[in-house]
């Protein structure tokens, strides 16, 4: 949020663009890997997909000299929501479950790598919410709610390389698989 601040308003309606090491939509790194961020540097260089006020571009260094990481976890749970107003009876069930984390290290002087894992699974709720006919055809209200489970994992590698003091030779890998029922 600050380094969006930072940078400013920015063209379109979706805000700043974060850019790490040249790529969007990755995770931000810790900040003992960061070597460099840049705010608007050039807001209408040809490079980009689109204007560059509210840009920020994020350069990591390669070759840490320890190695690093972190894990976390959310848990939520119906007992810990309120009623759903919409469904009448029993409520249906509801847990949502994120876990993950990240290593980054040394392989040797010029050469570190960062491994990124995230698991999420969410047992969300689609409310059928109608009018029926019953046995005897007349109109009664009836609601339910119906089991739509939501698998997420993702697991992110990359290697960097030092081949001088101004240049980094990056290699990425992104793997993301998402399923979902009902």
């Known amino acids: 949020a600050d380094l969006q601040a930072l940078a400013g308003a920015a063209a379109g309606p979706n805000g700043g663009q974060i850019f790490i090491d040249g ?6 790194p810790p900040k003992s890997s960061i070597r460099e961020i840049r705010i608007n540097s050039n807001p209408f260089a040809a490079e980009y997909d689109r204007l560059g006020f509210g840009r920020i571009e994020i ?7 320890k190695l690093h990481g972190q894990a976390f976890l959310n848990f939520g749970d119906k007992v810990f929501n309120s009623r759903n107003p919409f469904v009448v009876g029993d409520q249906p069930p509801f847990q949502s479950e994120l876990f993950g984390g990240n290593v980054s290290g040394a392989i040797n002087k010029k050469t570190s790598f960062f491994l990124d894992v995230q698991r999420r699974s969410i047992d969300e709720n689609a409310l059928v919410v109608a009018h029926i006919l019953d046995s005897n055809f007349n109109v009664v209200p009836f609601s339910s709610g119906i089991v739509t489970p939501i698998r997420d994992i993702t697991v992110s ?23 979902s029922g009902n």
Do not use: H
């Open 23 to 28: 790529f969007s939509g990755g995770q931000l």
């Open 157 to 179: 590698p990359r290697i960097d390389y030092a081949i001088n003091a101004n240049n980094t030779l990056t290699g990425r890998y992104s793997f993301s698989d998402r399923s």
């Open 59 to 65: 350069l990591t260094k390669p070759g840490t000299d």
